[in-house]
């Protein structure tokens, strides 16, 4: 079974991924480091060097080809708006939509060190920012609300964990 974590940039995709992935013993995937790893060069490079449609033509390949297995997999936060992606994830497993409150993904996102280029340009200005993650999230909201969980990204707990866990296992039955 697959599990896809799907929302904006700085919802904490990864980093909850990872402790999904490990209280369910299965793998993690980080989808925009397998592409990187695929294409031997960064997303920032991808996006720099052949634009974004041909960025979101590689992450539907890479989507398409992924092989079945236990796995809990981040999505970058634009694949499951693009390309009718969302009917592959909904078809190959279980979605998980973390959803996080925009000032905490906006202060997340100016603490990363990770190169985003749809916010590169408006990074350092906290107003701008704070326009454009409000501005994406309305309209990315109606794709990540198809997820099968809707879970809070801002506060995680072992509780609420636990909880998630438990939903997650409603669908493995
Ligand atoms: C993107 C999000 C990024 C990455 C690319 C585009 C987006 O992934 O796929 O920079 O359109 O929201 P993260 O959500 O992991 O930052």
């Known amino acids: 079974m ?3 974590l799907i929302g904006f940039m700085g919802a904490g995709k990864s980093s909850l991924g990872k402790k999904i992935a490990s209280r369910l013993s299965v793998n993690f995937i980080d989808a925009d480091r397998a592409i990187e790893k695929e294409q031997n060069r960064s997303v920032q490079q991808i ?4 634009g ?4 979101r033509a590689i992450e539907t390949d890479w989507l398409k080809n992924l092989k079945e297995g236990n796995d809990v997999i981040a999505l970058g936060g634009g694949t499951p708006c693009f390309n009718n992606n969302l009917s592959l994830i909904q078809q190959k497993g279980i979605s998980i939509y973390i959803k996080t409150p ?6 997340r996102l100016k603490q990363a060190k990770e190169v985003r280029p749809i916010i590169e340009h408006v990074k350092k200005d906290h107003e701008a920012l704070t326009a454009l993650v409000a501005d994406m999230l309305a309209q990315r909201e109606s794709f990540y609300n198809q997820a099968n969980i809707i879970f809070d990204g801002a506060d995680v707990t072992s509780q609420s964990l ?3 866990e438990r939903q997650i296992g409603s669908y493995l039955l």
């Open 162 to 164: 636990d909880e998630l």
């Open 52 to 55: 974004e449609e041909k960025f």
């Open 2 to 4: 697959q599990i896809f």
């Open 102 to 107: 925009v000032p905490v993904i906006v202060s």
């Open 47 to 50: 996006f720099s060097e052949e």
